[in-house]
């Protein structure tokens, strides 16, 4: 019975990409959003063996001009996402941080992927304001994470 049923809490895993040198993260932007938000999908359990390696497919897709170290976990978290509202249901996602390891030189060489827009480079401090709303929670684990 679709009533009695356990609520589900669907899994993605978002990544900030970062610079720690220059104290930036990369974000991507979707032209039907005013705001920014992390690179980030569904786990699927059909390619994905670990978050780690959805980690590294998420970034692969949406910001494929870049190479980055494997991620790690930051933090866990529910996400307030429209596409759940007014259900039981919800996401639980998955923060995790991946250093951007390619030539510095480049690190203005992004080109977005698909499922995206536009890739830009913002400060460690400008992220929480420029955050879609469902990613604010992730621009605060961010900014605990990397405070100076």
Same mark, same amino acid.
């Given at each position: 019975n679709v009533v009695n049923r356990q609520s589900i809490g669907y899994l993605t895993v978002d990544v900030a990409v970062i610079h720690k040198i220059s104290?930036?993260?990369?974000? %991507?932007?979707?032209?039907n959003e005013t705001g920014w938000r992390f690179p980030g999908s569904f786990f699927d359990s059909t390619v994905d063996n670990s978050y780690e390696d959805?980690?590294?497919? %998420?970034?692969?897709?949406? %910001?494929?001009?870049i190479t980055i170290d494997r991620p790690r976990l930051i933090a866990s978290t529910k996400?307030?996402?429209?596409?759940?509202? @007014?259900?039981?249901? @919800?996401?639980?996602?998955?923060?995790?941080?991946?250093?951007?390891?390619?030539?510095?030189?480049?690190? &203005?060489?992004? &080109?977005?992927?698909?499922?995206?827009?536009?890739?830009?480079?913002f400060g460690f401090k400008q992220v929480p304001d420029v955050l879609v709303p469902e990613h604010k929670v992730l621009g605060e684990i961010m900014r605990n994470h990397w405070h100076d």
């Open positions: 104290q930036h993260v990369i974000l %991507v932007g979707k032209s959805a980690g590294i497919r %998420v970034v692969n897709k949406e %910001v494929p001009t996400i307030k996402d429209w596409r759940y509202r @007014g259900t039981r249901d @919800g996401i639980v996602t998955i923060l995790l941080s991946a250093q951007y390891s390619g030539d510095y030189s480049l690190i &203005s060489d992004l &080109s977005p992927g698909k499922g995206v827009d536009w890739v830009r480079w």
